[in-house]
Each structure stands twice: as C-alpha cells, then as structure tokens.
C-alpha cells in the first residue's frame, strides 16, 4: 500500500492508475478504522480495481464544544488493517494540506433542505464541514465511486445531492451498518463507552425493530410510535437527541402515504452522541 500525504503526489498515483485502464474508488474515512470502514474497502474491492483510503480528521465538520483534540486515532493498527484489505493506496493529508488558507478562508458548500434537522440541528455547521470536505476530497481523487457506511444515513443523502447537484460523475455507494452482537451501530465513538454504557446503548436499535416492526404490521400511527419508542428510550437512561420516522428520500415526516421510510435517532450516552437509524419499505 502506497501512503501519499500531499495533493499533488496522490494525484500523480492516481494518474498512473487511470492510464493503467484501472477503475478508482475513494473510501473518504477519518481513521480509528473498525469493522464497518472495513466493509467499505472490501465492498469497494470488490467492484474497483484501485482503492483509495483517505484517513482524514476533517476540523471543518466539529464545532467548538465538540471531541475534535479527544477524536481516537489510531494510525498504526489503520495502516495495518487497509493493508490487510489489500487496499492500493492511503491519502494522509494534515490540516494545512486540505485547508492551506485556514478554515475561515475556506470555500464552503451547503447543502440545503436535508441538512436543516435531524444532525443538522444538533450540530450546526457539521453538514457544511462535510459537504466541503467531501467535495474536495472529489476533486483531489476525482474516483468513479466512492463508498460511505449507512449508519450515518443523514450524511449519506447529503452526499448523494451534492453529486447530483454539482453534477460530479462519481457512483456513491452506501453500505450497510455493521453491528455488534448486541445490536450496536458500530462506531468510532463507541469507544468512549464503558461496558455498561454499550448495553445501555444497544437499547437504541432496539427500539428502531420494534417500531420497524410494528410499522411492518400496519400500524401507521407514526407520533404515537415515536412517542413510544423516546419512553423506552427513557427508561433505558439514554437522553433523547431525536427519533423520528421519515421519507427516506427527503427526511420530512413520514405521512400515511409514505413508502419508503427511514427511522432515525439519536441518543446521548456517557461523553458521547450515538446516532443509528433503519429503512424499511411499507407493503
Ligand atoms: O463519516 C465520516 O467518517 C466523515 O464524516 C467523512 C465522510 C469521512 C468526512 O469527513
């Protein structure tokens, strides 16, 4: 595995790659490599022939109060395993690489409508910093794909209408969310939990089946589900960010008429903000 730390040198990789015929997907990540980033890289393997890891810490998307310094970082066991992946290539950029003017400098993207709730909501400028990121992060590899977790489902449409908006050619994959036994979304700020926080926080995609489930059998009276679903939440002691049940195109709230719905929440547990969701699509 080749590791480039400049614009200019993963570029000239690229280029080699590109006149090889060979076919480039981007695996955009911010290191502390678990399961999950894993997949993305097999996934991507398996359908590209030249695979780029970029492990990036991205400041843009943190806002003050948030984990930017505590974020885990784990260089040396991520090398390793995106070796083991058989992983073509890792892009390491510092912060000056990606943002050489400063972040007040930086040109930003907003994507409207989607980002407005939900995340949006509870971290502002988070989805600005990830669209900006991401974009970037196209333009420097310029992939034919590039493949993002579903657990960040919110995150996932966002990118998708920034490819579409600004009319960039890149297929975007999303891959499913891998989970521990117990059902817990797997994530880098599970590790900032204690054992008994994981049980607690498992209680979280529980409560997303069982209201799937009851959807499932007809029941379509969605504030009451909701309702529902934040007493459970409740009594498991995990804070409510939010839980709703949505259109899983536009994440307006889901109406009798609604076919495709994803459910989203969002908890707070010990030091950290656990997010998860599930789609389903109603008979
Ligand atoms: O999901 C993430 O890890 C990040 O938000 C991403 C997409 C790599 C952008 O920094």
């Known amino acids: 595995m080749q590791t480039q730390k400049k614009i200019k040198g993963l570029r000239l990789i690229l280029k080699t790659a590109r006149s090889q015929g060979k076919s480039i997907a981007l695996v955009p990540t911010m290191g502390n490599l678990h399961e999950g980033h894993l997949q993305l890289v097999r996934q991507a393997r398996e359908r590209y022939d030249f695979i780029v890891c970029s492990i990036f810490v991205n ?10 310094a505590a974020y885990p970082r784990t260089l040396e066991a991520d090398c390793e395993s995106l070796r083991s992946e058989s992983c073509d290539c890792l892009f390491l950029p510092c912060v000056k690489e990606v943002y050489g003017e400063g972040l007040e400098q930086q040109t930003s993207v907003h994507v409207p409508g989607l980002t407005e709730n939900f995340c949006g909501n509870s971290r502002p400028g ?3 910093g990830v669209a900006t990121v991401v974009t970037k992060l196209f333009n420097i590899a310029q992939p034919d794909a590039a493949f993002f977790g579903l657990k960040d489902y919110q995150q996932f ?19 499913e969310t891998h989970r521990e ?38 029941n379509t009276d969605f504030q009451q589900l909701e309702e529902d679903a934040k007493k459970e939440l409740k009594q498991a002691s995990l804070k409510l960010d939010y839980f ?40």
């Open 59 to 68: 400041p843009m998307q943190f806002s003050e109060n948030e984990d930017l």
């Open 244 to 283: 709703q049940i949505c259109d899983a195109q536009s994440l307006l709230a889901s109406t009798t008429d609604t076919q495709s719905i994803a459910i989203l929440g969002a908890v707070f547990i010990g030091k950290s903000r656990l997010i998860d969701n599930i789609r389903l699509q109603r008979s």
């Open 126 to 128: 988070h989805f600005e």
């Open 157 to 175: 449409l966002v990118i998708q209408k920034l490819t579409h908006d600004l009319a960039l050619d890149i297929a975007i994959h999303g891959i």
């Open 181 to 218: 036994e117990s059902g817990l979304a797997m994530s880098s700020r599970n590790n900032y939990l204690s054992p008994q926080h994981k049980e607690q926080a498992a209680s979280l995609y529980r409560c997303l089946q069982s209201c799937a489930e009851k959807i499932q059998q007809g």
